[in-house]
């Protein structure tokens, strides 16, 4: 299946997929369940919290959208975010991340990450290449940006930071939530792992959190195997075993799964999976309207007197307009930030005269969303973490739906104090 369209609806299975809303599998005898437990039988579903077969299916079509050999579904964003790390670094070792990264992200890095022993440096600016090169050390297991940030709209140059990656033998974890598949495939630029919240714009909906982790399966861990022993050394939870040799191919999917999400336990629902799958099936024709409404709004705020600035790449005003016409030809995604003349005071009356954006701490949905993140999802950073990551106190951030566009700019003009 080569078109995206194609893939999008029948990739890992054909037709309405069943919703396998089970705790447990029963085995044809004590080896066939022997087997499945011991990793010889990787067909057998053994317990939900570490496969489910609705649950298989989001993984195969989501791993085949972005171009990865597999993929694992977790209960949430943050928890694929997680995972995807962890699977990574352990107690002693260090990362490297844009600064510029979802508030959540940022304290899970900074403070949750700190207290497993896992210190990471920010980049502040995602641009200077050398800024990534010299925050890297011996003790560094990976580096990890956004495609898009958010709320910024920042665009990661990602071949050039892959390729700072790859110079120190790491690889490149990317968050793709913003753009999703369909406007960009960060596996083809360089990136070795893609993690989603899946919550946003694959699903569509906002009726189910979940998250993804997809393995590009072409780093090589073995090269230098002291620096992974999680993925290269015996494992002996598993007899001794080692992902790396076992598993070619997908050894990062495959510990992930078998000792994190095991482990761990955050475990999609077969219900949200199903979820998830419908709204997948129509990701190219909503992004489609997303991008264009979201086009049209930050040319109409950047024009709007009582605007102070948009920041949105598919401005030509943007410092990454030209980064997002080269890696989002389709798009530059619906998720935009402004800031209001008056600050923060202003951006709360703006918040509260919206009628039709819904004020809501979510991304991605089909309705337009509208936040004010320095007191919501970025209000656990400090002022300068804030700024950092491109929150001022009146920033603004919106999510750019599929209404009618005439309808939205309608609603932010009346907002802003312009006539309804």
């Known amino acids: ?42 067909e057998t579903h053994a317990y939900t919290r570490l496969s489910n077969p609705t649950t298989v299916v989001v993984e195969e079509r989501i791993a085949a959208l972005e171009g990865g050999t597999a993929a694992v579904a977790v209960g949430s964003g ?18 490297v991340a844009a600064a510029s ?21 920010f980049v502040q600016d995602p641009d200077d290449l050398d ?20 709320p910024l709209g920042n665009v990661l140059d990602l071949a050039a930071v892959a390729a700072v990656a790859h110079d120190a033998g790491l690889p490149l974890v990317v ?11 960060p596996l083809e630029h360089g990136a070795d792992i893609v993690v989603h919240s899946t919550t946003k714009f694959l699903a569509g909906h906002g009726t189910a959190i979940g998250g993804i982790v997809v393995d590009g399966g072409r780093f090589d861990f073995g090269t230098d195997p002291a620096r992974w022993p999680g993925l290269t050394a015996p494992d002996r939870t598993y007899n001794g075993l080692s992902f790396w040799d076992r598993f070619p191919g997908f050894a990062y999917a495959m510990r992930l799964r078998t000792r994190l999400l095991r482990d761990l336990g955050p475990a999609p629902s077969p219900f949200n999976s199903s979820l998830l ?10 992004l489609a309207r997303h991008v264009r409404n979201a086009a049209a709004v930050a040319q109409f705020l950047a024009a709007h007197p009582a605007v102070e600035r948009v920041h949105h790449p598919s401005l030509p005003s943007s410092p990454w307009h030209a980064a997002a016409q080269r890696y989002l030809p389709d798009g530059a995604g619906a998720v935009l930030a402004f800031e209001i003349r008056g600050g923060r005071a202003a ?11 819904s004020h809501l701490a979510n991304i991605g949905d089909v309705r337009s969303l509208a936040i004010h993140p320095a007191s919501t999802t970025h209000a656990q950073l400090d002022p300068a973490e804030q700024l950092a990551s491109g929150v001022t106190p009146g920033l603004v951030r919106l999510s750019v739906g599929i209404e009618g566009i005439d309808d939205l700019l309608a609603d932010l003009d009346q907002a802003l104090g312009g006539t309804p």
């Not at 800024?131 to 958010?150: H, K, Q």
């Not at 799958?277 to 909503?286: A, N, P």
């Open 131 to 150: 800024a990534w090169r010299s925050a890297i050390t011996p003790r560094t297991r990976a580096l990890f940006g956004e495609s898009i940030g958010n």
């Open 277 to 286: 799958l419908q709204g997948i099936e129509t990701l190219d024709l909503r």
């Open 175 to 185: 968050d793709n939530t913003v753009p999703t598949p369909y406007l960009l495939r």
């Open 78 to 95: 943050q928890a694929a975010t997680s995972l995807a790390l962890l699977n990574l670094a352990r107690a002693g070792d260090h990362l």
């Open 101 to 121: 990264l979802y508030g959540g992200t940022h304290t899970l890095l900074s403070t949750t990450f700190a207290e497993l022993g896992i210190d990471v440096t």
């Open 347 to 357: 951006g709360a009356r703006f918040i509260d005269a919206l009628g039709l954006f």
């Open 1 to 42: 299946m080569k078109a995206f369209a194609t893939r999008q609806l029948h990739a890992g299975a054909r037709g309405a997929v069943p919703i396998y809303q089970t705790t447990s599998y029963v085995f044809d005898d004590s080896a066939h369940a022997a087997a499945a437990f011991a990793l010889e039988d990787l």
